[in-house]
């Protein structure tokens, strides 16, 4: 298995422009979940995914920001309008378990809003 | 409210060092506390503990868990620069999606 595989590597971008980021799980994973990491805050939850629906938003910062999981392979994170402040890393991970397993993350999204 | 902490911040030692990473959890319905190694890129899994005062090993790393305490510690032993890392530590509250700790950047030099 090629592991959880995130793209694009980097993105640099506008204020005020859309910004979508993209994640393709480990097949067979139930779980799939977006994280944002920042020197301020660490690693953040965003919200995750079991089998493609949505449980917990709940960290998702404003309604700028919003996930989708059309099928098992693929979710999208897309921010609009993006901010300054939107400037992280932005990790997605995918789990056979939610709480007490080891969770496989990709490569990350560095995210640059100017 | 559940939270992860962990210390130091950050850390600067010469190869051939031995070094301790803490991390002190609060979190409902404890189940495991996991160790993650973050590198330039993703963050990955080093360890998962789930029983008190027993040691899990890998090399020369070593981890433990003291639930009554609820704290963990990572060591480190002969450090070598290939060790320079963020060190994270996280656990779920329940079943629910691993909270981690802010992370210790230790940085070793030759």
């Known amino acids: 298995d090629a592991g959880v595989i995130q793209s694009p590597r980097h993105e640099v971008t506008e204020m005020g422009q859309e910004v979508t980021l993209r994640c393709k799980p480990i097949?067979?994973?139930?779980?799939l979940f977006w994280y944002r990491q920042t020197m301020m805050r660490g690693l953040e939850l965003l919200i995750y995914?079991?089998?493609?629906?949505?449980?917990?938003d709940s960290g998702m910062p404003e309604d700028r920001f919003s996930a989708k999981m059309p099928n098992a392979s693929f979710s999208t994170l897309k921010i609009q309008p993006s901010e300054p402040r939107d400037s992280a890393v932005y990790f997605c991970?995918?789990?056979?378990?939610?709480?007490?397993?080891?969770?496989?993350f990709g490569s990350g999204t560095r995210l640059t809003v100017v | 409210e559940d939270k992860v902490v962990q210390s130091p911040l950050s850390l600067v030692v010469h190869e051939g060092d031995t070094v301790t990473l803490n991390c002190s959890y609060e979190?409902?319905?404890?189940?495991?506390l996991l160790w993650y190694k973050q590198e330039k890129k993703a963050p990955t899994f080093l360890f998962m503990l789930?029983?008190?005062?027993i040691e899990k090993k890998s090399g020369r790393l070593s981890s433990i868990l003291d639930k009554k305490e609820l704290f963990s510690i990572l060591n480190i032993t002969a450090t070598q620069t290939g060790d320079s890392a963020i060190y994270l530590c996280?656990?779920?509250?329940?079943?629910?999606?691993?909270?981690f700790g802010k992370g210790t950047r230790l940085s070793v030099i030759a």
């Open positions: 991970a995918s789990s056979v378990a939610a709480g007490w397993s080891g969770y496989t």
């Open positions: 097949s067979g994973h139930d779980y």
């Open positions: 995914f079991n089998n493609n629906v949505p449980i917990d």
């Open positions: 979190v409902t319905n404890f189940r495991s």
């Open positions: 789930t029983s008190s005062g």
């Open positions: 996280a656990t779920p509250k329940g079943n629910t999606p691993l909270v």
